[in-house]
């Protein structure tokens, strides 16, 4: 009789720890479903914060262009889309920042090659960005090929197919405009240093997108002629002012010299691409949304494209405004 109590406790006792560990299991199961969940919802939220800061720079060029003179549109530095947006304070302390920057005054890699024909002028200005860079990788030949629509190699260190297939992986040359400017980094030989150096001064717009003056940065403005020397680029930039030139001949009168080496056709004083940053940090949850934005003449401010994989504003630049 003793024997049979023992063997029936002993049962008793495996089905205790048997259901104990099913329990404890379903515990844990139910716990990550509940963070899973929770993890989902606040991706959700920041997701939907980071398009309204996308609708906000929206609002903003809208505004800007309704509000704008009569005439051909005029853009520059001193507008209220140009200027560092405070950073707005979320629910349960998270915090959303945007940055509008003007893509239309950066250089424009697809401009080298237009409706498959090298752009001369387009050319030596970007030959001339990379020497004020101080990036001495022939990426100017390379970057032509790359744009052009043959596979043959066309400049002393350029590159075309049978380049790309040696490497490893091998792959080809796009042979058409860039939809991105992280294209660069498929360019044979692209050290990830001067892509960095790069970054902040060249776009991927339609070939056909024109140079803004007013928006231009100094090494921008500094590669449209030889002449035109970092120092003197300086000096233009500082006549320009808070209100920009308000037409294309105000600034070729300040060019000097320059202005015989300076095509016109390429250049404008309002601009239609923009690209908007919008970081939302909630906990330890953060998004990043980079959206590119094109402000047409018909009124309408379009989304071209979104990106989340980039790494945000920087510290300095995320500050922004204490005023409203």
């Known amino acids: 009789m003793r024997r049979q109590r023992g063997v029936a406790l002993i049962t008793v006792l495996l089905v205790v720890a048997v259901v104990t560990v099913v329990c404890s299991g379903l515990i844990a199961r139910q716990q990550l479903a509940i963070r899973s969940s929770s993890n989902m919802l606040i991706q959700r939220q920041a997701w939907h914060y980071a398009q309204g800061g996308e609708a906000l720079a929206k609002a903003l060029l809208l505004r800007d262009l309704r509000q704008g003179e009569t005439g051909p549109t005029v853009d520059h530095l001193g507008e ?12 349960e ?18 401009s080298l090659v237009r409706e498959g024909r090298l752009d001369r002028a387009a050319f030596e200005r970007f030959q001339r960005l990379l020497r ?3 990036i001495g990788a022939p990426y100017a030949g390379r970057l032509r090929d790359w744009l052009d629509f043959d596979e043959q190699v066309s400049v002393l260190n350029g590159a075309e197919d049978n380049d790309y297939l040696l490497l490893k992986p091998p792959y080809r040359a796009a042979n058409r405009p860039l939809a991105d400017v992280s294209e660069l980094r498929l360019l044979l030989g692209m050290r990830e240093q001067d892509y960095r150096l790069l970054l902040p001064y060249v776009s991927a717009l339609p070939p056909e997108a024109p140079l803004n003056v007013n928006t231009a940065s ?13 120092d003197v680029a300086l000096a233009l930039a ?19 010299p320059a202005a015989q080496q300076v095509t016109a056709r390429s250049l404008a004083v309002g601009s239609q691409f923009f690209q908007v940053i919008s970081e939302v940090e909630m906990g330890t949850r953060r998004q990043v949304l980079v959206s590119l934005l094109q402000r047409g003449n018909d009124g309408r401010v379009r989304v071209l494209a979104r990106d989340l994989g980039q790494p945000g504003l920087s510290p300095i630049a995320s500050k922004g405004r204490s005023d409203d």
């Open 80 to 91: 209220p889309w140009a200027a560092p947006l405070k950073t707005f304070a979320l629910d």
């Open 93 to 110: 302390g998270g915090e959303l920042r945007v940055r509008i920057e003007d893509l239309s005054g950066r250089f424009n890699l697809n």
């Open 132 to 134: 004020r860079l101080n």
């Open 218 to 230: 100094v090494l921008v403005l500094s590669s449209l002629a030889e002449e035109l020397s970092p």
């Open 238 to 256: 500082a006549t320009r002012g808070a209100r920009g030139f308000r037409t294309l001949d105000e600034f070729f009168a300040q060019l000097g």
